[in-house]
């Protein structure tokens, strides 16, 4: 079994920074694919970007490439989302995801609660 804990979403303005992180805990995190999902209210849940276990692979919706940055720390245990330019069309909550790099959240078996990050116009 893998605990994930996501923090650091919030509040932003457009065109600001915000980096959201996972923790996660039991099996060993360095085995195991991760990724991010959204979800905005009324919408479905949305991949957004995905990280190979070694971290050497990376995968995005285009809607956030070259502004979002999927990363890793195997030795702390914990994923990053740096995300930068934000839009009001980012605003949704975040879900971090273990054990597969796919699009699709059903390949997932790990879920966090997630994080809420709301961008002003």
């Known amino acids: 079994q893998v605990q994930l804990v996501e923090s650091g979403g919030g509040l932003v303005q457009t065109g600001g920074s915000l980096r959201i992180s996972c923790a996660a805990s039991?099996?060993?995190?360095?085995?195991?694919?991760m990724g991010w999902f959204r979800q905005a209210p009324g919408k479905e849940r949305e991949f957004v970007a995905a990280?190979?276990?070694?971290?050497?692979?990376?995968d995005y919706t285009e809607s956030v490439k070259g502004r979002f940055t999927i990363s890793r720390d195997n030795a702390k245990n914990t994923l990053y989302l740096q995300m930068n330019s934000l839009k009001p069309e980012d605003t949704a909550v975040y879900v971090c995801?273990?054990?597969?790099?796919?699009?699709?959240?059903?390949?997932?078996?790990?879920w966090g609660q997630g994080t809420q990050v709301t961008v002003s116009s």
């Open positions: 995801a273990g054990d597969s790099t796919d699009w699709n959240a059903r390949e997932y078996k790990y």
């Open positions: 039991g099996r060993t995190f360095s085995t195991i694919g």
């Open positions: 990280i190979s276990r070694g971290g050497r692979t990376t």
